[in-house]
């Protein structure tokens, strides 16, 4: 019998995609720096109130709720580091509501928010609406199956079940001056949840059907999606503390790229930016090296410089870890 020397072949190909897929970063270090309001809130505005967030559909009501707590908790947080703001009293608002017989409708626009701000004694008011949507994308597809194709002289093919999780959430905010009824800031949020299930082990081999128990809860992969949502809205209205894992690039040559990053790794990081300006200059379309610098920059909360080293770096050559360093400093 002839031996299936294309079975052979594949399940080498397959391991060596497993092995040289995806370069692996030299190591990662924890980023903390304090970033700025991205909108210039009058210091005069202290005491602001939030009202419940209202949901865009009945079945966002859950959702709303987990939101309004969510950016109270953060704000109560942030307020505690930076003192910046004072929260009128929830209960307060709520109960005002409930007289206005608003309770029901909530605050959906800039006038309510400013009407409700003056009766509370808020100097500013946030209100919002959320929208949360989840289902599970099924298809089939077809793969080799190599446990029935082990003795064949061509590789028979198997369809399979596919399945996968795609969940969004998004929170539009507003913040109203309550004296003069002027939108203080305004930001619409969304964060989706799209992973890519790609088979992984034995079932990548013989072509098993998805295990849907594996997708992810919806009930835990939205409030995360909104907690997420909430942050990025924190930072439009007040400095805030960032805390981030970020990976570094493997850059050998020349010597000063090896120490910067050998410096960067045990904290060391105005040494290591001093080796990679070294570094850069010697090897300016090292893509790498200009990462790595920039990486530097983002440590000292010097985001102007980080934003134009890793600039540089994607202009040399497209990498995902590129661009997403840019969307943070952004």
Request: positive net charge.
């Amino acid at each position: 019998m002839k031996k299936p020397y294309w079975l052979i072949g594949l399940m080498l190909l397959w391991a060596a995609g497993l092995v040289w897929a995806k370069e692996k970063p030299a190591g990662f270090i924890v980023l903390k720096y304090t970033r700025p309001a991205k909108y210039d809130i009058p210091e005069k505005i202290k005491a602001i109130g939030v009202a419940d967030f209202v949901g865009q559909s009945g079945g966002d009501r859950q959702w709303s709720d987990i939101a309004t707590d969510a950016l109270v908790a953060e704000l109560q947080k942030t307020n505690a580091e930076f003192n910046r703001f004072r929260l009128v009293d929830r209960k307060h608002i709520k109960g005002v509501l409930a007289e206005q017989d608003l309770a029901a409708a909530g605050v959906v626009d800039a006038a309510g928010a400013a009407k409700m701000g003056k009766i509370v004694g808020a100097q500013a008011m946030i209100f919002g609406r959320v929208h949360c949507t989840h289902r599970v994308v099924r298809g089939r597809k077809k793969k080799v199956n190599l446990l029935g194709s082990a003795f064949s002289r061509r590789p028979r093919m198997k369809s399979v079940a596919t399945a996968r999780l795609q969940a969004t959430a998004s929170v539009n905010f507003t913040m109203v001056d309550t004296t003069t009824g002027a939108v203080l800031a305004s930001h619409l949020a969304l964060r989706e949840y799209k992973p890519d299930h790609k088979d992984k082990g034995v079932g990548a081999l013989f072509g098993s059907d998805v295990d849907e128990t594996k997708l992810g809860d919806p009930n835990f992969v939205l409030p995360e999606l909104l907690k997420i949502c909430v942050r990025e809205i924190i930072g439009q209205i007040t400095e805030h503390q960032i805390e981030v894992k970020v990976p570094l690039a493997k850059s050998k040559k020349p010597k000063s790229a090896k120490k910067g990053l050998a410096l960067a790794l045990v904290g060391q990081y105005d040494m290591a930016r001093e080796a990679f300006e070294q570094a850069v200059k010697q090897r300016a379309k090292d893509a790498k090296i200009w990462y790595n610098l920039g990486v530097m920059a983002e440590a000292h909360g010097d985001l102007k410089k980080a934003l134009n080293c890793y600039t540089e770096a994607l202009d040399r050559k497209v990498d995902p870890m590129y661009t997403s360093a840019i969307a943070r400093v952004k």
